[in-house]
């Protein structure tokens, strides 16, 4: 390969997991990118590599700038801006770039701290390069003051917000859903984000049903009642341009007739047609819709005729959203993988699958499609026989291990690449009537879904192959996550307001009649509750206060007298919790934090209570402070 001073250049990188320190490449194809040697921006990636040679570079940093330079690659006025020579380049168009690239990153499915990463490398790549321009292209002098944020991470939105809000409008905001307990909270939330995520899988099997049934269709043609030179003259017509004459041989032939000699007379004469979508065929649609041919939203008639061949692009979309649904992965982790990454028949499962994190210069965890799931295992298997299919056809080169091979207008795939499918939903998003998504929020819809359905971040740290918890709590910061929490304190506060009872100056006379549980707790009426015995006298058990929910008679009685132990407990607590986990951390973790938490919680509910003054004056007092 010509690396370093070839069109091909060659960065050494390096990435940190786990203490470890791993090794490897990454290479900016000039050609690839449609760049001359003499541009500006090949001088900035002729120094990375220059630079790699001295010290690695972490691989993030070159993954930032990859992306960067994909991003203005889509913008006109960006990418002519990147082809410019040295000397045509001056401060005024370097900030100009720079906004340019901010501008395109914004309308991206990236995090907010992504976009100021991709920003913030680019950014320092082009000015720690010394260029050949009339003015000194610096910090100072570009002047470019970032827009995107800081690192405060934006809280993201959760598949069919909009809907949701809607829904709930004239019930509970999202932060205030009611709930018996915890895990109550947790099902219900689940069940939203599961329902979503059904939706979009159930228009991808809807988008592979109908190909199917339109490729079985075309299958089955055949042509009746014609004689070879009929078929011929029919035949010639078709793979030649059009005239008066093809119109009139095409009327007097039925539409099975037309497109099964025209499908034998590409086989025959032509078969580069199935590898673009750039041939002309009179009537193409007319007569597919004619011999029933499903006509949706986006499908080509060219790419449906030789859907017996091949897949076609609305087919490797919705394989791709569904095993992104599966999976879990970013886009790019799914695009990475190849044929290599799909393995059948391991450890009894139908397949594993593994992609690559171009980021991280690190594989995805293996997932395990289990031979249960019927329509993950009939998209793997479309996507196999496509890149089969296309091998067979010689449409790819001999040694190439991709499988997401889009169409292509020229006559033939580029060697370089194949058109991948990481595409943005709109299409699918009309063609199946569905709420407005990204393919970035699938992701994070996923994790967080194991993460409540395990009861645990670990899960999703594992299926997201994060190397620390701290990554996957991005992803889990979602609106409905933070919601959670949001409904968690309120109705823990609606529920306390119910179970506390203020006793301040005896404003109420009635709580002689109530029994201590011996938990701190009393009952209201221990012969008249849930739990005892009326007709023979007997008093409850007091057995089962805190089974399940816990028992409606409780009460937590607040006198000045406990308002002082609420306080003495929270001191005691501050100053000897450590000592308290150093004895004993089993019994810390599970008797006394507990014990630590639901004090803070009594603590801060009496302070912001209408007694809240009672309860600074005994704190004042008692830890000498100032009232």
């Not at 004459?245 to 590409?266: D, M, Y």
């Not at 210069?361 to 293996?366: E, W, Y």
């Not at 701190?520 to 206060?545: H, K, Q, W």
């Amino acid at each position: 390969m010509d690396t370093q001073n070839g069109r091909i250049l060659k960065v050494l990188v390096k990435y940190k997991s786990f203490n470890h320190v791993y090794h490897s490449e990454r290479f900016f194809d000039l050609d690839e990118l449609e760049l001359c040697d003499d541009s500006w921006l090949v001088t900035v990636l002729r120094r990375l590599s220059d630079l790699s040679l001295e010290e690695r570079i972490r691989t993030d940093v070159i993954y930032f700038i990859k992306t960067a330079i994909i991003c203005l690659k889509l913008d006109l006025q960006g990418w002519a801006i990147c082809q410019l020579c040295e000397q045509e380049i001056t401060p005024k168009v370097i900030h100009a770039l720079f906004k340019i690239l901010e501008n395109r990153l914004s309308e991206t499915d990236h995090t907010s701290e992504s976009m100021r990463q991709i920003s913030a490398k680019f950014r320092r790549a082009v000015l720690n390069t010394k260029f050949l321009a009339a003015e000194e292209i610096t910090v100072d002098s570009v002047k470019y003051k970032a827009n995107l944020g800081g690192r405060e991470h934006k809280l993201q939105p959760i598949l069919n917000m909009e809907g949701h809000l809607k829904m709930l409008e004239s019930e509970f905001p999202l932060g205030a859903v009611p709930h018996k307990n915890y895990l109550d909270l947790i099902e219900s939330s689940a069940n939203i984000l599961q329902a979503d995520l059904f939706k979009i899988i159930d228009a991808c099997n809807q988008d592979l049903f109908f190909s199917k049934q339109n490729r079985l269709k075309l299958k089955g043609l055949e042509s009746e009642s014609l004689t070879s030179f009929q078929e011929t003259d029919v035949m010639s017509r078709l793979l030649k341009l059009s005239s008066p004459g093809t119109s009139k041989v095409l009327s007097n032939n039925t539409a099975e007739n037309v497109l099964a000699i025209f499908r034998r007379g590409v086989f025959q004469c032509n078969q580069s047609m199935i590898g673009y979508g750039a041939f002309k065929v009179d009537r193409l649609k007319r007569s597919l819709l004619e011999i029933g041919i499903l006509d949706r939203e986006g499908y080509s008639a060219r790419q449906t005729f030789f859907s017996p061949e091949r897949l076609t692009t609305i087919e490797l979309q919705a394989i791709f959203i569904l095993l992104l649904c599966r999976t879990g992965w970013n886009q790019d982790a799914l695009v990475a993988m190849d044929r290599d990454g799909i393995v059948s028949n391991k450890d009894g499962f139908a397949y594993s699958l593994q992609g690559f994190k171009d980021k991280t210069d690190d594989d995805t965890p293996i997932i395990f499609i289990d031979k249960t799931e019927i329509d993950v295992v009939y998209a793997i298997e479309l996507l196999i026989w496509n890149f089969d299919q296309l091998h067979l056809l010689e449409l790819l080169p001999v040694g190439s291990r991709k499988v997401w091979n889009s169409w292509t207008t020229r006559d033939k795939f580029s060697e370089r690449q194949s058109t991948t499918i990481l595409m943005t939903p709109e299409g699918f998003i009309k063609r199946n009537d569905l709420f407005k998504f990204s393919l970035s929020q699938i992701r994070r819809t996923v994790l967080c879904l194991d993460a409540y359905k395990s009861k645990s971040f670990e899960t999703a740290r594992r299926r997201g192959g994060h190397s620390s918890l701290g990554t996957t709590g991005r992803y889990l910061d979602q609106f409905i996550t933070r919601n959670i929490s949001s409904s968690i304190n309120l109705q823990f506060q609606v529920d306390l307001e119910n179970k506390v009872v203020f006793n301040i100056a005896s404003r109420k006379n009635n709580v002689n009649k109530w029994k201590s549980i011996g938990d701190g707790s009393l009952c209201v009426d221990p012969y008249t509750g849930l739990y005892s015995d009326r007709g023979a006298d007997l008093i409850c058990s007091a057995e089962n206060c805190h089974k399940n929910d816990g028992c409606p008679q409780r009460r937590i009685l607040i006198t000045e007298e406990e308002i002082l132990n609420i306080v003495r407990t929270r001191e005691y607590y501050f100053k000897n919790w450590q000592r308290l986990r150093s004895e004993n951390q089993e019994r810390f973790n599970i008797v006394i934090s507990t014990k630590i938490a639901f004090n803070d919680a009594l603590y801060n509910y009496v302070k912001s209570s209408r007694f809240g003054y009672v309860l600074n004056k005994i704190e004042s007092a008692l830890l000498g402070g100032s009232p």
